[in-house]
């Protein structure tokens, strides 16, 4: 599978727009939209990078992605595109192949286990410290972009307030290899007590 490795951390049901234009991802983004499986939506991975910059090469891959799923899609006149993509599932690299001209890995599919009885439970606990962060970073005179969109899937609720929450990309990949909902909503818990932690801090100080 054709492989963009960026910063930042794709999640399943999130959306993601992209502005293409290192010129070997302007030959993925052509060879995706220009050879898809009749029938199938264009489709790539994407893989946070580890260490390292994401023009120029020579950068570190983590191993767990998601498939980017193309919504739209468009080719400037420069050869630049632009493009809007939803994240749809989890993927670990098997083996990175060589990059020419841009990367490709083999891959396979990662499942998450089901939800649980106690997964709706999390995500109500999850949203109360939500609320808590959005008070605080209203007090500092910020916003965290009002209250987050929760899928009724359970599994995908999983994902999508992962997608949402205010953290490091670091403790974004770990939500994002987490084996099941109530793993990843327990450690966003977690990071959410270090964020409200750390914000009420703040406030002391001022």
């Known amino acids: 599978m054709p492989q963009f490795p960026l910063g930042s951390v794709l999640f399943p049901t999130q959306v993601m727009p992209l502005h293409v234009f290192e010129p070997r ?18 489709e790539f991975g994407i893989v946070l990078i580890e ?3 994401e023009v120029g090469g020579d950068d570190v891959r983590t191993h767990v992605g998601t498939v980017a799923q193309v919504l739209e899609s468009e080719e400037y006149p420069d050869g630049r595109w632009g493009m809007v993509c939803v994240g749809t599932r989890r993927f670990e690299v098997v083996e990175w192949l060589e990059d020419d001209p841009y990367p490709m890995a083999e891959v396979r599919d990662l ?24 008070e605080l970073a209203t007090r500092m005179g910020q916003s ?33 290899s987490a084996t099941s909902p109530d793993e990843r909503l327990t450690k966003l818990n977690d990071c959410l007590d270090g964020v409200i932690e750390m914000m009420t801090f703040g406030l002391s100080e001022e």
């Open 111 to 134: 499942i998450d286990e089901s939800p649980t009885d106690a997964t709706g439970g999390l995500i109500e606990t999850t949203l109360e410290k939500f609320a808590v962060c959005g």
């Open 144 to 176: 965290l972009g009002g209250d987050p969109v929760v899928p009724p899937d359970h599994g995908m609720a999983s994902f999508a307030l992962a997608a949402q929450a205010p953290l490091s990309q670091m403790d974004s990949y770990e939500l994002l």
């Open 51 to 53: 260490r390292g910059w």
């Open 25 to 42: 991802y302007r030959a993925l983004a052509h060879d995706v939209i220009t050879f898809q499986v009749v029938d199938q939506p264009p």
